[in-house]
C-alpha cells in the first residue's frame, strides 16, 4: 500500500529540488514568508496561467486588472477591514508566544509545551500598516492590501467609463496581499505574504444565484485541470455566523492536505455590501446604468477568490506518488503536462562522448525551440537523471544512444509508467505535444 503523503515529505522535496524556499534562510528565516525556486516559479506561473485562459482569456465580459498594494485607511474603512478582519489572540504566560485562541487546544502552549495561562481571547486586526512621508508621524496612514478585491472595487467606476460593459461582467487581477497573521503554520498554507487570484463578478441582483452556480461548476472543472482528484476536494456550505462581515453566501472549497481537510479558496456572494459602501464612504455614484434605460441600480457580485500558495501546495500534495523500480522506492510528481515545470528533459546516454552530446544537443535545441520547458540533463548515470526528472514531475525523458547516431532516433520514457519507446527524431515533436 502507498504510503500516505506528509506534510515533512513536501517540504523536503520542494527545498531539495528547487520549488519553495525559506525567506532569508540564511539569517533564519521569516515566519510565514516563503520564497519560490526556479521550479517553483514555473509551476506557480503555470497555475496561473491556466487559470486566467480558463477564466479570463476564455471569457468574453472579463476585464483584468492590477491594482496597487498600498491603499489608504478610506478604503479599508468603507470595506469593513478596519472594524472586522480580526482574529482571537492568546499569549502563553510562560514563553510569551502569541497563538490564534482557535489554534491551542487545552491550556498547553503549542510553543513550549508546558501547562499555561492563556487568558482571555483579544481581538488582533490582522492588516499590515505602514506611514506614507519622509517625517515620522506626519504622514499618511496606508495599510498593505489583506485581499486583491478592494483594488477592484474601487476601480469599478472606471471600468465602466473606460469600456461600458454589458452587465453581467467581471474584473479579475493576480497579486500579493498580506496578512499579519498571529501563527502562520503548514508551510505555504497559512502565510504573511500570499498571491490571489480574485475575481469580482458583477451581476443584477436577480441574477446572482444563477452565476454563483455557474462559478461552483466552473472551479470544480479547473481543479480537475491542475490534477486534483475529485475525492480530495469538498463543498463546505458556511453556516450564517461563521461567514466573513460581506457575505451572504459562501462555499468554501477543502482539499484534503496532510494536516487535515482545510479551505483551499472560497465562492462568495458579497451582494452590494463593498459598492454599497465605497459610494457611502467616498461620495462617488457605484450605479450602473442598463443601456435599455431601464431603473440604474447597484450591482451584486459573486467573487470566486483562489489562493495561489495553498493551491501551489494542493497541487504538490496531490501528484506526489512512490513506487518500486527495480527493487529501489521512487519518488514522483504526477503533475498534468500542462502545469508541469519541465516538460521534456533531453540527454544523451553518456556524456564524455562528443558524438553523442552533439546529437543530443540537436535534439535538445529543436525541442527547446518548439516547447520552451525543456531541460538538459547529463549529469550522473542514466539512472539518477530519471530520478532526478521523477522528482520534479518531468512527463517525458529523451535519451540519445549509440542506436541514434545510426537510425536516426531516440528512446522517449514516460514518467508514470516508466514505459519506454524508440520514436523517430523526425516524429519526436508531435510525440511529445
Known amino acids: ?75 479599508f474603512e468603507a470595506s469593513g477591514h478596519l472594524a472586522g478582519f480580526k482574529d482571537p489572540m492568546v499569549v502563553c504566560s510562560n514563553c510569551h508566544s502569541q497563538f490564534r485562541a482557535d489554534h491551542v487546544e487545552g491550556d498547553k502552549c503549542p510553543h513550549c509545551g508546558k501547562t499555561a495561562t492563556l487568558g482571555e481571547p483579544r481581538q488582533f486586526n490582522m492588516m499590515l500598516q505602514t506611514q506614507l512621508g519622509a517625517v515620522e508621524g506626519e504622514g499618511q496612514t496606508a495599510y498593505l492590501r489583506p485581499e ?5 472595487f474601487t476601480n469599478f467606476k472606471n471600468v465602466l467609463d473606460s469600456f461600458s460593459p454589458d452587465i453581467p461582467f467581471g474584473i479579475a487581477q493576480i497579486g500579493k496581499s498580506f496578512r499579519n497573521e498571529i501563527s502562520p503554520r503548514d ?11 480574485e475575481i469580482e463578478y458583477f451581476v443584477h441582483p436577480d441574477k446572482w444565484e444563477e452565476a454563483f452556480e455557474e462559478w461552483r461548476v ?8 491542475v490534477g486534483l482528484p475529485e475525492k480530495m476536494v469538498h463543498e463546505h456550505e458556511i453556516e450564517e455566523a461563521e461567514r466573513a462581515h460581506y457575505s451572504k453566501r459562501t462555499i468554501d472549497f477543502e482539499f484534503d492536505y496532510p494536516f487535515g481537510q482545510k479551505e483551499l479558496m472560497g465562492l462568495a456572494y458579497r451582494g452590494d455590501y463593498d459598492l454599497s459602501n465605497h459610494q ?9 446604468q442598463p443601456k435599455d434605460g431601464s431603473q440604474p441600480f447597484i450591482p451584486h457580485v459573486v467573487e470566486p477568490s483562489f489562493g495561489l500558495d495553498r493551491l501551489v501546495l494542493a497541487v504538490l500534495v496531490a501528484s506526489y506518488a512512490t513506487d518500486e523500480q527495480g527493487g529501489e522506492k521512487r519518488v514522483f510528481l504526477k503533475l498534468p503536462a ?11 546516454l553518456l556524456k564524455n562522448k562528443p558524438e553523442l552530446v552533439k546529437k543530443a544537443r540537436e535534439v535538445y535545441e529543436m525541442q527547446k525551440k518548439e516547447l520552451g520547458a525543456v531541460m538538459w540533463d547529463d549529469n550522473g548515470n542514466i539512472g539518477k537523471r530519471y530520478r532526478r526528472q521523477d522528482e520534479i514531475g ?31 527524431i523526425s516524429d519526436l515533436l508531435e510525440k511529445l505535444q
Not at 486583491?148 to 477592484?152: E, L, P, S
Not at 466552473?218 to 485541470?225: N, Q, S, W, Y
Not at 464612504?281 to 457605484?286: E, I, L, Q
Open 187 to 197: 508551510f505555504l498554507f497559512r502565510m504573511r505574504e500570499m498571491e490571489m487570484m
Open 218 to 225: 466552473g472551479i470544480k472543472t479547473f481543479f480537475g485541470k
Open 394 to 424: 518531468t512527463p517525458y525523458c529523451v535519451t540519445v544512444d549509440f542506436d541514434s547516431l545510426q537510425n536516426d532516433d531516440v528512446t522517449v520514457r514516460d514518467r508514470d509508467s516508466t514505459l519506454q519507446e524508440r520514436v523517430k
Open 1 to 75: 500500500m502507498e504510503k500516505k503523503v506528509t506534510l515533512e515529505d513536501i517540504v523536503s522535496l520542494a527545498k531539495r529540488r528547487g520549488f519553495v524556499y525559506p525567506s532569508s534562510e540564511i539569517y533564519g528565516g521569516l515566519s510565514g514568508v516563503y520564497d519560490y525556486g526556479p521550479l517553483g516559479v514555473k509551476l506557480k506561473h503555470n497555475i496561473q496561467n491556466l487559470w486566467w485562459n480558463s477564466f479570463v482569456s476564455a471569457w468574453d465580459d472579463m476585464y483584468p486588472t492590477d491594482s496597487a498594494i498600498l491603499g489608504p485607511e478610506k478604503v
Open 280 to 288: 457611502k464612504v467616498a461620495g462617488k455614484s457605484m450605479e450602473y
Open 338 to 348: 500542462e502545469i508541469a515545470p519541465v516538460k521534456v528533459a533531453v540527454f544523451p
Open 148 to 152: 486583491t478585491a478592494q483594488g477592484i
